[in-house]
């Protein structure tokens, strides 16, 4: 017996609850559970955590990051969904869980319905605008088309094209249905965009997305919301044409333009060249009969036009008439000018000098005036001359000179300075003694003479004036 008297093992939580695991892995190893998704979200790495519920419970759900990037639809709350997996127990929270592997949409009215959501969304993002449509080109010169290389649409395309107009024609192939079908399409659509005009796979003109008709779940590839957008995204004009005429995908609603069909698509790419001929023959025969009608109504309308002019030969002879009277009378008036202006020019010329007569009588005349300007010079210089001369005597009775031919002596130092006190002189000094007729080198020698001492016999006039003798 055990210590409370019992036989019942005792278990802790941890082998109680991987017990549980084991029981419910292999009981419920796989099952395929329909729900409706609430409190969906996708954790930082990448895992998706939700709750299946119906009226009667709810089922803890959980799709790992591997799973969840293989899934055809995109999980979200409100979304009805059969989810195929296996049941496991979680013991951090003693609740149970399926694991999923796989998950579709439960039923067509929860499809039919996640696609009008869809819808409604990228139409208010502007997806669907007319405004943003291409124009398709009237006659490419490249198709592309993206779809199934094995089904019977790329046959029917690629015959149609050929009964209407022959072109060129670039497959991009791709899966229509099924896991990763939109990743490719997407793909499919950007390739060719990326491609550079004039390179060595030429850049379709015109691009068509095809595939046959299907169930809702086989179309719902050109439903996804990525497809839609390189749809919408691609630079070339895009012509979708997806199912039958009854089928309607969102592609059809981004593309710049819808068939119905895949042959009609086709059709929509390339005029009937037969038909472009005859137009274009028709057009030519409407255009040489509007040309023939237009020159045939200006000839009529220029001929009542010419039945309203009037004569032209009366016109001219009239004219002519008029210019030889012209011409006469101004061969009259010509001459009468003519001799006028003679008569004119001699009564001018006897009025005029002759410009010798004139070259004379204006040398003449500057002959007298000069003659009286250099009379009047001479009177003008005869006052000056005589004022200069007075002058010149009066310095010349002044100056120096005239002391030392009366007997004086001028002493000067050796640089010219005159000496005029003995005591500036020393014994050695060069002088020079100017005199009368010339200069008198000498060198001073002994000491200078004593001053003479006045005397009282001179008399204040005999003081003033001097002697120089």
Not at 41 to 47: E, I, N
Not at 252 to 278: G, I, K, N
Not at 413 to 441: E, F, S
Request: charged residues 25%.
């Amino acid at each position: 017996m055990t210590e409370n008297g019992l036989n019942a093992p005792i278990f802790s939580v941890g082998e109680i609850s991987n017990h549980l695991k084991r029981v419910v892995e292999d009981s419920f190893s796989f099952v395929r559970v329909r729900g409706e998704i609430s409190g969906f979200k996708r954790a930082a790495s990448g895992h998706m955590y939700f709750r299946l519920k119906d009226d009667d419970a709810v089922l803890d759900g959980v799709c790992w990051r591997g799973t969840a990037q293989r899934l055809s639809i995109a999980p979200e709350d409100g979304l009805e969904v059969i989810a195929t997996g296996r049941l496991t127990t979680y013991p951090g929270r003693s609740n149970y869980q399926i694991v999923v592997e796989s998950m579709e949409v439960a039923g067509e009215g929860a499809l039919l319905k996640l696609l009008e959501d869809r819808r409604k969304k990228l139409a208010a993002e502007g997806l669907f605008d007319a405004d943003e449509k291409q124009a398709i080109p009237m006659l490419p010169e490249v198709i592309g088309v993206v779809t199934s290389p094995t089904g019977a649409v790329i046959r029917d395309i690629l015959h149609r094209l050929n009964d209407r107009f022959p072109r060129r024609v670039l497959v991009w192939p791709v899966l229509v249905q099924g896991d990763g079908a939109a990743d490719q399409i997407v793909e499919a659509i950007a390739g060719f965009n990326r491609l550079q005009p004039g390179g060595v796979i030429p850049r379709p003109d015109v691009l068509i997305v095809a595939r046959g008709g299907g169930s809702l779940e086989d179309l719902w590839a050109f439903n996804e919301e990525n497809v839609v957008r390189a749809a919408f995204e691609s630079a070339i004009p895009l012509i979708s044409a997806v199912g039958h005429e009854t089928d309607t995908t969102l592609i059809d609603f981004a593309s710049d333009l819808r068939a119905p069909t895949p042959t009609a698509a086709a059709e929509m790419a390339v005029p009937v060249r037969a038909e472009l001929l005859a137009q274009v023959n028709e057009d030519g025969l409407r255009l040489l009969r509007a040309g023939t009608r237009l020159v045939a109504d200006r000839k009529m309308h220029l001929d009542g036009l010419v039945r309203g002019l009037p004569d032209l030969n009366s016109l001219v002879a009239n004219q002519r008439q008029r210019l030889d009277d012209w011409g006469e009378r101004l061969s009259g008036s010509l001459q009468t000018g003519i001799h006028r202006r003679h008569r004119r020019l001699a009564e001018v010329a006897g009025q005029i000098t002759s410009p010798r007569q004139r070259l004379i009588y204006a040398r003449d005349r500057l002959e007298g005036r000069g003659e009286s300007l250099n009379r009047a010079a001479k009177r003008l210089c005869e006052a000056p001359r005589r004022n200069l001369a007075q002058t010149a005597r009066l310095l010349d009775g002044l100056s120096y000179q005239r002391v030392l031919d009366r007997g004086f002596a001028l002493v000067t130092d050796g640089k010219g300075k005159a000496q005029t006190h003995a005591d500036d002189l020393h014994p050695g000094d060069d002088i020079v003694i100017k005199m009368r007729g010339g200069d008198v080198g000498a060198r001073v020698s002994g000491a200078a003479a004593p001053k003479p001492k006045k005397t009282k016999s001179l008399s204040k006039s005999d003081d003033r004036q001097g002697s120089l003798l």
